[in-house]
């Protein structure tokens, strides 16, 4: 809308008393509003009233301080011609000139939603609302539209205070590995139909490169992976420049990549597919990789590339540099997003595949933030802000401002490119503790099965649009405006617009063909998109048998352990030593110390977390102890080769500790 009243008189101002008088009314009226609602609860600035309010306001604000400065510099200008000082009032009355030209260009000024040149809407879209159970798009998969979801509230600690100094969630004392480690596990065979590990990762791999048309085959000694994390707080001032150790400050405890899960998948790629650790990049190469997180994965795989942005080798890091010829062509072709294309990091290029690691997450610009905004960190310019442009909510102080359906998207281009989204070897989403705003603590779902705890889930798919539309239905449900959250970022209108065009043609803007290489060849479907049924049964379309789109499959308390936390360390002298020797054949030692007496259970378990054997449960003295496992189970037979667990619990008045050791049978 325009700032002005049109009354048929000349457009360049405000014509009579009674316009000037409501243009005034109605500047005073909405700033008054917009500063008493936004101010209490900044959230409230996506809502539609506030998005009307805030043209109005903006041009009424601009319209005073260009009258005042006018005024203002009018006035001087007099003063300065009766002391004879002519120059300065020649100069002063410059100024006022150009203040009152610039409150008369403002009053006519644009608002915010007529900055850029949007492309027309299509002309029949195929998605366009809310609506339940309508998938559209091509579904991808061994099993096309599978999302797996492993949910178990053992892998984190309920009592944890994440934005306290010393109770990080990203401390190992707030994480379960075993846990975190057997979900992962329970979701690659899940998602593959597969009875281990190693048949599930040879099953995406083939699946992987069928696709890219390089044949039925596995992964090749040499190739290179890049695991992609979410760095979003490692900027400057959160980090200790003489080591990368978290500073306590406001934006200690942000949500991102849970340093457990990385370690997760490192060890399947090492142990399971067997890929050279020199062959593996770790990290967020916009950013930092933090002290606690590099000695989390050092300590067991020091020969992995560790990418900094700024530093080397120095720091036990290989500093990232741009791609001498990969690039990223933006599809309006700087119609919205107008700094023209973009260089991206040379491991981009040089990896054969790339595992993209978001946090699940509400977002202040995009709505949401999952596997394509994470890439909003893959280019080499210094910040990303010049790609909100293609968001729903642009910098303008976070107002939506791009709402909607059938607008140009960059999240589609950063999906389809085919050196970033191109190269995901399938889709791990970290929900383990998710959160309502990018640069926010993690905070508590209300939302059953989660009833006011962590998420603590895993997500896994091979259907990038499938993962995306899953993760935005639990983000939209949990942050409706009166669930107790900050934000409710995810209900902006148009959030999941992005994946509506992913999914197909049909919802692309007129005139705009999605082609983020400039190759002449516009992308094909990325996916299939569609909403569930309700939050409660959280039912799509091939759940219910009703169509081709989604599968979301469920895996509840995956490993079947349950653990407790006391919310400190476990007292000096408590400890499971690795056992010996690792591998083993004929039988392993087991070794524990206890500091002081309780009540043990040692107990040995597959890598479903099943339970194979209990070598020991009872009362135990302080002291060292040591017990042998020979490779049976509890009924005598023999245990085929492949990875299980050792598993200690201690229980000392009011406190249990656990712990886990991973062991290695060869028959």
């Given at each position: 809308?325009?700032h002005?009243?049109?009354s048929?008189?000349?457009?360049?101002?405000?014509?009579t008393v009674?316009?000037?008088?409501?243009?005034?009314?109605?500047g005073?009226?909405?700033?008054?509003?917009f500063?008493v609602r936004?101010?209490?609860?900044?959230?409230?600035?996506?809502?539609p009233?506030?998005?009307a309010?805030?043209?109005?306001a903006?041009?009424?604000?601009?319209?005073?301080?260009?009258?005042g400065?006018s005024v203002?510099?009018?006035?001087?200008?007099?003063?300065?011609?009766?002391?004879?000082r002519?120059?300065l009032?020649?100069?002063?009355?410059?100024?006022?000139?150009?203040?009152l030209l610039?409150?008369i260009?403002?009053?006519?000024?644009?608002?915010?939603?007529?900055?850029?040149?949007e492309?027309?809407?299509?002309?029949?879209a195929?998605?366009?609302?809310?609506?339940?159970n309508?998938?559209?798009?091509?579904?991808r998969?061994i099993?096309?539209?599978?999302v797996?979801?492993?949910?178990?509230?053992?892998?984190?600690n309920?009592?944890?205070?994440?934005?306290?100094?010393?109770?990080g969630w990203?401390?190992?004392?707030?994480?379960?590995?075993?846990v975190?480690d057997?979900?992962?596990s329970?979701?690659l065979?899940s998602?593959?139909?597969?009875?281990?590990d190693?048949?599930?990762w040879?099953?995406?791999?083939?699946?992987?490169?069928?696709?890219?048309?390089?044949?039925?085959?596995?992964?090749?000694?040499?190739e290179?992976?890049l695991?992609?994390?979410?760095?979003?707080?490692?900027?400057?001032?959160n980090?200790?420049t003489?080591?990368?150790?978290?500073m306590?400050?406001?934006?200690?405890?942000i949500?991102?990549?849970?340093?457990?899960l990385?370690l997760?998948?490192?060890?399947?790629?090492?142990?399971?597919?067997g890929?050279?650790?020199k062959?593996?990049y770790?990290?967020?190469?916009m950013?930092?990789?933090?002290?606690?997180?590099?000695?989390?994965?050092?300590a067991?795989?020091?020969?992995v590339n560790?990418?900094?942005?700024?530093?080397?080798?120095?720091?036990?890091?290989?500093?990232?540099?741009?791609s001498?010829?990969?690039?990223?062509?933006?599809?309006?072709?700087g119609r919205?997003i107008?700094?023209?294309?973009?260089?991206?990091?040379?491991?981009?290029?040089?990896?054969?595949y790339?595992?993209n690691?978001p946090t699940?997450?509400?977002?202040?610009?995009a709505?949401?933030?999952?596997?394509?905004?994470?890439?909003?960190?893959?280019?080499?310019?210094?910040?990303?802000?010049?790609?909100h442009?293609?968001?729903?909510?642009?910098?303008?102080?976070?107002?939506?401002n791009?709402?909607?359906?059938?607008?140009?998207r960059v999240?589609v281009?950063?999906?389809s490119?085919?050196?970033?989204?191109?190269k995901?070897l399938?889709?791990l989403?970290?929900?383990?503790?998710?959160s309502?705003y990018e640069?926010?603590?993690?905070?508590?779902?209300?939302?059953?099965?989660f009833?006011?705890?962590?998420?603590s889930?895993?997500?896994?798919?091979?259907?990038?649009v499938?993962i995306?539309?899953?993760?935005y239905?639990?983000?939209?449900?949990e942050?409706?405006?009166?669930?107790?959250?900050?934000?409710?970022f995810?209900?902006?209108?148009?959030a999941d617009?992005y994946?509506h065009?992913?999914?197909s043609?049909?919802?692309?803007p007129?005139?705009?063909?999605y082609?983020?290489?400039?190759?002449?060849t516009p992308?094909?479907?990325?996916?299939?998109?569609e909403h569930?049924n309700?939050s409660?049964d959280?039912q799509?379309?091939?759940?219910?048998?009703?169509g081709?789109g989604?599968?979301?499959?469920?895996?509840?308390s995956?490993t079947?352990?349950?653990?407790?936390w006391?919310?400190?360390?476990?007292?000096?002298?408590f400890?499971l030593l690795?056992?010996?020797?690792?591998?083993?054949?004929?039988?392993?030692?087991?070794?524990?110390?206890?500091?002081l007496p309780?009540?043990?259970?040692?107990?040995?378990h597959?890598?479903?977390?099943?339970?194979?054997?209990?070598?020991?449960s009872?009362?135990?003295?302080?002291?060292?102890?040591?017990?042998?496992?020979?490779?049976r189970s509890?009924?005598g037979?023999?245990?085929?080769?492949?990875?299980?667990f050792?598993?200690l619990q201690v229980?000392q008045?009011d406190?249990v500790?656990?712990a886990?050791r991973?062991?290695?049978?060869?028959?």
């Open positions: 809308m325009q002005k009243i049109e048929g008189q000349d457009a360049g101002g405000i014509g009674w316009q000037r008088l409501v243009f005034l009314l109605f005073v009226g909405s700033t008054l509003w500063l936004v101010i209490p609860k900044p959230s409230r600035a996506a809502y009233c506030m998005r309010a805030a043209p109005i903006s041009g009424f604000v601009v319209y005073l301080i260009g009258l400065a203002t510099a009018f006035r001087k200008a007099r003063l300065q011609l009766r002391q004879a002519y120059g009032a020649l100069l002063l009355g410059s100024a006022a000139l150009f203040f610039f409150t260009v403002a009053d006519e000024a644009p608002s915010q939603a007529g900055e850029v040149a492309f027309p809407l299509p002309a029949q195929s998605l366009t609302d809310q609506t339940p309508r998938p559209v798009g091509l579904a998969g099993f096309p539209g599978r797996v979801w492993v949910h178990d509230p053992a892998a984190t309920e009592n944890a205070k994440p934005a306290l100094y010393g109770s990203f401390l190992s004392k707030n994480n379960s590995q075993y975190i057997n979900m992962f329970a979701a065979r998602l593959t139909g597969d009875g281990s190693r048949e599930a040879e099953s995406v791999f083939r699946f992987y490169n069928r696709k890219r048309g390089l044949g039925d085959r596995g992964y090749q000694s040499g290179k992976i695991i992609k994390t979410n760095a979003t707080s490692s900027w400057g001032g980090y200790s003489s080591d990368l150790s978290a306590f400050n406001a934006n200690y405890g949500s991102e990549t849970s340093p457990q990385v997760s998948v490192l060890r399947h790629l090492v142990r399971t597919v890929v050279a650790q062959d593996i770790v990290g967020d190469p950013k930092h990789i933090y002290k606690h997180c590099y000695e989390l994965w050092y067991e795989f020091p020969q560790y990418l900094d942005h700024d530093y080397g080798a120095e720091k036990g890091r290989l500093k990232v540099v741009p001498s010829s990969a690039s990223l062509v933006y599809s309006d072709r919205i107008s700094t023209g294309p973009d260089r991206i990091y040379k491991i981009f290029d040089e990896a054969s790339m595992i690691i699940l997450k509400g977002h202040k610009h709505g949401v933030t999952m596997f394509a905004k994470n890439h909003f960190g893959s280019h080499t310019r210094s910040n990303a802000n010049h790609l442009k293609g968001l729903v909510a642009t910098e303008q102080g976070g107002v939506v791009r709402g909607g359906y059938g607008l140009y999240q281009d950063l999906m490119h085919k050196v970033l989204g191109g995901n399938f889709y989403m970290d929900a383990l503790w998710s309502d640069i926010g603590p993690p905070v508590k779902f209300r939302m059953p099965p009833n006011d705890d962590w998420t889930s895993l997500f896994l798919s091979l259907d990038p499938a995306e539309s899953v993760g239905d639990f983000l939209f449900t942050m409706e405006p009166n669930s107790g959250h900050t934000y409710s995810p209900r902006m209108t148009g617009d994946l065009q992913a999914a043609s049909d919802n692309w007129s005139g705009l063909s082609d983020p290489e400039n190759d002449g992308i094909a479907s990325l996916g299939v998109h569930w309700n409660v959280k799509y379309s091939r759940n219910l048998g009703t081709e989604i599968e979301l499959v469920r895996i509840a995956g079947g352990v349950e653990l407790t006391d919310g400190e360390h476990a007292p000096a002298g400890a690795p056992s010996y020797p690792n591998p083993f054949n004929a039988s392993a030692t087991l070794i524990f110390q206890l500091a309780g009540e043990v259970e040692l107990t040995i597959d890598i479903t977390g099943r339970r194979i054997v209990t070598l020991f009872g009362s135990r003295e302080a002291g060292e102890c040591r017990l042998n496992w020979d490779g509890l009924d037979t023999s245990m085929p080769s492949g990875t299980y050792c598993r229980r008045q406190a500790y656990t886990s991973r062991m290695a049978l060869v028959r």
